[in-house]
């Protein structure tokens, strides 16, 4: 009886501690924060199949685990493929040249406060400014700045960094869900 009851005990600490034990930041899933649309433009849009992308200013994620950096984001790479995904999913990426050029920049990635222990890990906001600019009058056609939210009740006892890569991924989705609904209605 005892040794099962220390089997338990045992059993028990192990589960707890492997729920915190972590390699550390992992980067914002591309595939997570891809927003996928229900309806596309038709061929009648001006953007249609016509806008390419451009990002500046989105962070690596951090492997340092002191440092306020050290949360989950889309670094430009990613942040580019994620939002010509979403775009390509509306009928909104060009398939070669394109006439419209969206830039994205990176204002605000909310990193004040996302050390481990604080509430951080259930809420997030991501702000982007986007100009689209058509290539050839050079005329702005949309200028905006977008901020997308995530506000979740992450498990208790969860793996930290995990938590922070699902909200991560929340606020980036609903930021780009915003952006696709706005060129959408241009």
């Known amino acids: 009886m005892k040794n099962s009851i220390k089997m338990l005990i045992a059993g028990v600490s192990l589960a707890v501690l492997s729920g915190c034990a972590s390699v550390g ?4 899933g591309n595939e997570e924060s891809t ?3 229900s ?30 950096k050290s949360t989950a984001n889309l670094n430009n790479e990613n942040a580019k493929k994620v939002i010509e995904t ?3 999913e509306a009928n909104l990426l060009a398939r070669g040249e394109s006439r419209y050029l969206l830039t994205a920049r990176l204002v605000d990635a ?3 406060g996302v050390i481990i222990g604080t509430n951080r890990n259930e809420k997030r906001s991501i702000t982007i400014e986007y100009n689209l600019v058509d290539l050839f009058d050079q005329g702005s056609l949309y200028d905006n700045v ?9 498990p208790f006892m969860a793996n930290a960094w995990t938590q922070q890569k699902i909200t991560s991924e929340i606020a ?8 696709i609904e706005d060129l959408k209605d241009l």
């Open 25 to 28: 930041p992992q980067p914002t």
């Open 35 to 37: 927003y996928y649309t």
């Open 39 to 68: 309806s596309g433009v038709s061929q009648n849009h001006e953007l249609f199949e016509n806008v390419s992308v451009e990002t500046h200013e989105f962070l690596e994620t951090s492997k340092n685990h002191l440092s306020s």
């Open 86 to 88: 979403s775009l390509d």
């Open 110 to 112: 909310d990193l004040a």
């Open 146 to 154: 977008i901020t997308g939210n995530a506000d979740r009740n992450a």
């Open 172 to 179: 980036y989705k609903d930021n780009f869900r915003q952006l």
